[in-house]
């Protein structure tokens, strides 16, 4: 049932709302540089055709058929590819936050819990940073606040509200990866709280035609998928598969790098003080909701999605990484949200005012955690070294795009951003190991050229440096940006090196 809420009580949120969306267009008005993995999947957005998009991407990229088409869209607006691939992320992020703020007033009564949920999703710097990602996990969590919201919509008109639920399940197994695991947690849950004689025909229907989606998605999408080898082997090295052995050191592991993953998307630079708090607020939540959960329709709707895709994970099916559970960011905030209620609500009630004036300081607090991180935020910023190559490099100076730069150089070459005023050369290695070929890639070039490198990725700066300051071979210049490095060196005829 729809919580009554006044204007008064509507405004705090819709400040936090208003100052979500200014940072998000600061975000992308900033126009960070698009770093390897966006990269990847960008290239394969604006040189594939539509039709092409619905095979097997190239460089081991995954994504939904439909994010896919609608990115493709985006594509042929009249705008630089960086902003209008980014346009559909960040109406995902609006749209997400939209959404959210009705589920808040259905699921949450207590005002101060309400403005607290809403903060801990509009003002998660990693929610405020996937805005801007040219990736589908935005598109998953907006997937999923719609899919919560439909659910909990009256069944005044039973045909009208299954039908719906029908149509948006259909697409979204076809939009969003995890939407089959929100899904099933609805699902789930209809059976939980239903009157099967009256419902009973539909919810059987209903999850009828999902299943039969996602059976056709799997079959076509899915089912011998080329990459299946390549992101096991990858997410296995990202220990994002938990381990069914609860007593082992990986299991220890795994659970202490998401403990971290989940508090530093609010503090990332001191995630002690998340890392202190929101287990807090998550138990209490938790609480809250076991302890009512024979009158509250949101219990299994609200648990049921994490161990869902903990157990996947453990069975290798889908990974269990900070950008995967995206999604999840939603649910989490709305468990916080019912925990700060649960706490507020069993403490003595003249405790009560002052300890509810309290969470007002919640959006400060988050703030900080995005100063901290740095805003606007950055990650590998080629585009500014690229930038400085155009204004600075000469007729005939060769440029060398190393290994964990070749995509974005890729990318901006395709885009027109990068001109390049002599020859060219783009590193072909792809293992991180093989830092002694780049070395021989590197000595083979000639006459004065500017080197591209990506800090802490592929690349091991120093050691290029180093062996090339100890061959005497001159630098004449270089550029530093976030994570993204540029030299020119004079190799001058290319030989005795």
């Given at each position: ?49 539509p ?5 097997p ?14 990115e ?10 960086d902003?209008?691939l980014r ?6 992020f ?19 819990a ?154 990332a ?68 949200g ?6 507020v ?41 690229l930038?400085f ?44 190991n ?55 060196y ?8």
């Amino acid at each position: 049932m729809l919580v009554s809420v006044n204007t008064n009580q509507k405004l705090p949120v819709r400040l936090v709302l208003l100052l979500a969306v200014v940072l998000s267009l600061v975000q992308f008005f900033y126009c960070r540089s698009l770093w390897l993995d966006e990269a990847m999947l960008a290239l394969n957005i604006l040189e594939k055709s539509p039709s092409e998009l619905m095979s097997p991407l190239s460089d081991n990229q995954v994504a939904p058929p439909l994010f896919l088409l609608l990115e493709k869209a985006f594509s042929y607006l009249p705008c630089h590819e960086d902003y209008s691939l980014r346009l559909l992320p960040l109406f995902s992020f609006w749209t997400a936050l939209y959404i959210f703020q009705k589920l808040s007033r259905t699921m949450i009564p207590t005002p101060s819990a309400r403005f607290a949920a809403f903060c801990l999703i509009s003002l998660s710097s990693v929610f405020l940073y996937y805005s801007n990602e040219i990736k589908q996990y935005m598109t998953d969590a907006a997937v999923s606040c719609l899919l919560l919201y439909l659910y909990l919509q009256p069944k005044q008109v039973a045909s009208r509200y299954y039908t719906t639920l029908i149509v948006a399940g259909w697409i979204a197994i076809f939009l969003s990866n995890a939407a089959i695991i929100i899904l099933f947690s609805m699902g789930i849950t209809m059976l939980w709280n239903s009157r099967w004689k009256s419902y009973g025909n539909w919810i059987m229907l209903t999850g009828g035609v999902w299943l039969t989606a996602f059976l056709i998605y799997y079959s076509f999408f899915i089912k011998g998928h080329p990459s299946k080898a390549f992101m096991l082997n990858y997410w296995g090295n990202q220990d994002a598969f938990l381990p069914l052995n609860l007593l082992s050191e990986e299991f220890i592991q795994f659970a202490g790098l998401q403990f971290s993953n989940i508090a530093g998307m609010y503090m990332a630079k001191l995630p002690w003080i998340s890392g202190t708090l929101l287990p807090i607020l998550i138990v209490a939540g938790v609480l809250h909701l076991v302890k009512s959960h024979l009158q509250s329709p949101f219990f299994l709707l609200l648990l049921l999605p994490l161990p869902v895709h903990l157990l996947i994970s453990a069975l290798k099916l889908y990974p269990f990484d900070a950008r995967l559970y995206l999604y999840l960011i939603p649910v989490l905030a709305l468990v916080m949200g019912l925990g700060w209620e649960y706490i507020v609500t069993q403490l003595p009630s003249w405790k009560y005012p002052e300890l509810e004036k309290v969470i007002f300081l919640l959006p400060i607090f988050l703030l900080t955690g995005i100063y901290l991180k740095g805003f606007p935020m950055k990650r590998q910023e080629h585009k500014e070294n690229l930038a400085f190559y155009n204004l600075h490099s000469k007729k005939g100076q060769g440029l060398f795009i190393s290994a964990g730069s070749r995509y974005p150089g890729k990318y901006y070459l395709s885009t027109q951003f990068l001109q390049v005023n002599g020859p060219l050369t783009i590193s072909k290695m792809k293992k991180k190991n093989e830092l002694d070929s780049r070395m021989n890639e590197i000595l083979c070039l000639e006459g004065q050229t500017w080197l591209l490198f990506t800090d802490n990725y592929f690349d091991s700066v120093k050691y290029y440096t180093h062996t090339l300051d100890s061959l005497q071979i001159p630098c004449l210049e270089s550029h530093k940006a976030v994570n993204s490095s540029l030299f020119l060196y004079d190799f001058g005829n290319g030989q005795d090196k």
